[in-house]
T-cell receptor, first 111, second 115 residues
Framework: SQQGEEDPQALSIQEGENATMNCSYK?????LQWYRQNSGRGLVHLIL?????REKHSGRLRVTLDTSKKSSSLLITASRAADTASYFC???????????FGSGTQLTVLP | DTGVSQNPRHKITKRGQNVTFRCDPI?????LYWYRQTLGQGPEFLTY????????KSRLLSDRFSAERPKGSFSTLEIQRTEQGDSAMYLC?????????????FGPGTRLTVL
């Protein structure tokens, strides 16, 4: 079963604009990760934020985590056409060994 | 390219046939995961290996599914008597043993179509 939901399900923006995706989860987590998936391909890890962190940056990516609201957001600044992909949040809870993924946001960046 | 490879990339089979997929993880990674992903959804966990030991299996893994990792290196996932509902992308991921990192490295997946 999916750990949580992502919002929006689909997002279309112009190149150069910022894209914000949100993720909500259900149970307490050890960390939360974001992955990108190009159409028909495997997932690529983007960034990991631990449960005791509130914000993290990596290049054009900014992730926030609010454990009180059980939510996270991924901001991609100055988007490019190459950012077009599906973005998934994933979390690991307690002693679970596997990641539990959200349902994903399909981002389309128009040139 | 994450360093995890999967073969075949695509498999088309008829209902009732058996299929086997292979995953070659990053060589120094002792942890290996299988996930299944259907269209428009996130990956769902199937099973987990640490070295050659299969330590966890999801309820999604019916008795028609079996996975092995005989020497703690590559892994195979076999589906017997395939059904149309088995059509999905099957993803393999690996991870090192360090507790300080939780990042999983995914292969390109095997897309299964059951006719």
């Amino acid at each position: 079963s999916q750990q949580g939901e992502e919002d929006p399900q689909a997002l279309s923006i112009q190149e150069g604009e910022n894209a914000t995706m949100n993720c909500s989860y259900k149970t307490s987590i050890n960390n939360l990760q974001w992955y990108r998936q190009n159409s028909g391909r495997g997932l690529v890890h983007l960034i990991l934020i631990r449960s005791n962190e509130r914000e993290k940056h990596s290049g054009r990516l900014r992730v926030t985590l609010d454990t009180s609201k059980k939510s996270s957001s991924l901001l991609i600044t100055a988007s490019r056409a190459a950012d077009t992909a599906s973005y998934f949040c994933a979390s690991r809870s307690g002693s679970a060994r596997q990641l539990t993924f959200g349902s994903g946001t399909q981002l389309t960046v128009l040139p | 390219d994450t360093g995890v490879s999967q073969n075949p990339r695509h498999k088309i089979t008829k209902r009732g046939q058996n299929v086997t997929f292979r995953c070659d993880p990053i060589s120094e990674h002792n942890r290996l995961y299988w996930y299944r992903q259907t269209l428009g959804q996130g990956p769902e966990f199937l099973t987990y290996f640490q070295n050659e030991a299969q330590l966890e299996k999801s309820r999604l893994l019916s008795d028609r599914f079996s996975a092995e990792r005989p020497k703690g290196s590559f892994s195979t996932l076999e589906i017997q008597r395939t059904e149309q509902g088995d059509s999905a992308m099957y993803l393999c991921a690996s991870r090192g043993g360090e507790e300080t990192t939780d990042t999983q490295y995914f292969g390109p997946g095997t897309r299964l179509t059951v006719l």
